[in-house]
């Protein structure tokens, strides 16, 4: 454990027994039994990995080590036909591949006025041109007519919400520059404090003649500020000036890369110790429309060259942090890279268009060409073009993702062709499929399926043994997607202790589960486009959520194998409460008629006729096992999300997260039949099963346990989402020795609602103690709202 971020404390040795309950109400004792004999099944070593997306400016103006804001000026474009207003981004309308309606939906658009430039000084002005580009891929620069040569002007950039300047380090600066005949002033670029007073200067020294100048040099700045700001200063001269690019990268980026990442961000995702990263989404690999689809190439080659993308949530990325950035990162962590390529579609969530069938294949050779540039040799173009940088060696890439949250027919048929190409090729890559936990819909039989998961503490919870009993179809399962968000502040302790939980959950089904990683992974202080983010910055600063420590402390104590356990408090399968059922007839795109209800001794159904007359959102909701009041019980949501979604759950908690998959049509009758059994319930859509729930305890107190055997011990991992002490039980059976020294990592707060804040970063960590008392029996005291891992050396 890394000793910067964890204070470690050495317990006194008490004997577990005797572990001071610290004023908590002590809760009746609980028992653990663990059988050293019992193998489960193995843990995935390379369970966690990062899921990087630029969303919350995570890469521009954030991982992304460059220090100005719209270096290239091109992040006010749109894509032909967009149309950027008022804070509202009107998207050029495509028809959804799935239903074939167009969407009235708007999308958020910041970039009204220029995005980080200013100008400083009177008799000048300044203006967006495209003349005479220095790079036809990136055609935008500035131009800045000076009028008054006595007045000195400044085309001032405030960052990313400021840039962060350290007295004495080396900061590098790239401009890209042209002058009229007519300016015969200097020009100076200058650090600047957040004041305004200058902190490093230097000139420019630029050829005769109107060419671009492509200039280098180094500042240093002699003051410390955290929100400083960069200027180019002109003066002594009249005429035009053209700037095209403008880039100020800290020399100390992490490992030292050119055009590398921020030194404190990259290093707290190292410290992660992620077995891979997938990138680079995420929303933006299918974009609103194709329009604004990720495409790789364009984050490749000289970055002053590459033309920006516009991200759904309000921006513009640069491109900066690319594929070749992604691939250099993956080495520098020791992870493996998962491209995720765009597959003809956009994003279902946006407008959700469709390439013609007879573009597809344009498609997969662009992925190709990316599989091409990591692993292809010098047969190649892009293979060579790999080699001809420098790196003969092919690059980490291990997964390929077919497309990001996709569905229907026509992503179905998609992944097949792409799926072929690339096993075709590169046998050993495994594909990944958007396709959901319940069956393939594809001919080929993805190597990996990616659902995604967000919700509520209650959701998570009370899907923790869901995966205990999930068919195995021989796809492995990567969520690719997950956090506990629903309703939890930006992110507090009950959350934490919710993904820590799921976790568990995941890592007792190893055979099933190899692959997971926590959505998203980073967020600017300044913007919040997602409701709850795993790491938060600012320009200067860094605050690490409890869900960090989670993700950390589950990743640095992975289990080779589960052991099997008896625990008193497991979860376990429950009767509904006694209650109504109730068809919901108040969305008006459904019609329902002919509605039967039937009570049987240990079975209640009801039966309906339902249309649906539009697509909607939301679906048509069947509500069971509920209150008087409606505010309690279960549900049923069919024909959500374009019609293709059922998703039970609980009414207090939101979706249960399983779903099932039933494409409805519009305006045909469907005979919907409830059938609700006390300890279990399904619905069938004319006469066939889409889905069931059987309803679960949640416990509050989740116990897993686990043995490493490089290190020889055993590993306990308990989640006490309570308030209250957790005073347990532990027996160690068909062990010959344990240990009686160990150690405790323990992550604990006083409150469910905590959160780590900038003003109290350190609130929730992880503490280490050195923990003596171990045996074959032994008592602990687990803390209230605390995520405990003890590890143990045992023998058996
Ligand atoms: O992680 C935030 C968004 O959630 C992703 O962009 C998208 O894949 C999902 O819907």
Known sequence: MDKCLVKILTVATLAMSEMPSEGWAVAPPTTLQIDMAKRGTSVSPGLHGIFFEEINHAGDGGLYAELIQNRSFEDSNLPEGYVGKKGKLYPKKTPNHVTGLYSDRVFRWYRDSLPGWSLDGEGATMQLTRLKPKFTSAPTNMNVRISDKRQAVSLVNSGYWGMNFKRGEEYSLRVILRISKQYKGKVKARLLSQDGKVVAEKPLVLKKGEDWNDLQLNLVPMATDGKGKFALMFEGGKGDVWVDYVSLFPKNTFKGRANGLRQDLAQVIADMKPAFLRWPGGSIVGGITLADRFRWKNTMGDPAARPGQLVRWGYTTTGGFGYKEMLEFCEDLGAKAMFVCNCSLADQFGYGEAAPRDSIASYVKECMDALDYALGGNDTEWGRRRIAEGHPKPYPLGYVEVGNENWGDEYDYRFDLFYRAIKAKYPELKVVSNNSLWGNKHQERPDILDPHFYGSPKAFLSNISMLDSLKRTGSEVYYGEYACNGGRGEGNMIG????AA??????????????????????????????????????????????????????????????????????????????????????????VRDIVYQEGKSQKVIRCKMLRKEYSKKGLAIYFA????????????????????????????????????????NDIWYDVELRVC??????????????????????????????????????????????????????????????????????????????????????????????????????????????????????R
């Open 626 to 665: 509920t209150d008087s009041l409606h505010q309690k019980g279960y549900y049923y949501n069919i024909g959500s999300w374009n019609g293709v979604f059922v998703s039970p759950g609980i009414i207090d908690a939101g979706d249960d997260g399983i779903c099932g998959i039933y494409k409805m049509e």
């Open 502 to 591: 799921f976790i568990g959950g995941m890592e007792r089904n190893g055979d099933l589960v190899t692959m997971a990683s926590y959505a998203p992974l980073l967020r600017n202080q300044n913007v919040r486009h997602w409701p709850v983010n795993l790491i938060h910055f600012t320009s200067d600063s860094v605050m690490l959520r409890s869900a960090y420590y989670v993700q950390k402390m589950a990743s640095e104590n992975i289990s080779t194998y589960n052991v099997k356990n008896v625990f008193s408090d497991s979860i376990r399968n429950i009767a509904y409460p006694e209650g109504g059922i109730i068809v919901d007839t108040t969305n008006p795109s459904f019609e």
């Open 496 to 499: 934490a202790l919710a993904d």
């Open 678 to 795: 006390p300890q279990h319930s399904e619905l069938l859509v004319d006469g066939k099963e889409v889905a069931s729930h059987t309803p679960r305890s949640i416990p509050g107190v989740y116990a897993f346990t686990g043995y490493d055997e490089r290190s020889q011990e055993l590993v306990i991992k308990v989640v006490n989402c309570s308030g209250k002490s957790k005073n347990m039980g532990i027996h160690i059976d068909h062990a010959t020795s344990v240990a009686d020294t160990g150690k405790a990592v323990v992550l604990s707060s006083e409150h469910d609602t905590d959160e780590n804040s900038f003003a109290s970063p350190d609130k929730i960590r992880p503490v280490v103690y050195e923990q003596k008392g171990f045996g074959k029996s032994f008592r602990y005291a687990f803390r209230p709202y605390s995520y405990t891992i003890l590890r143990i050396k045992s023998l």
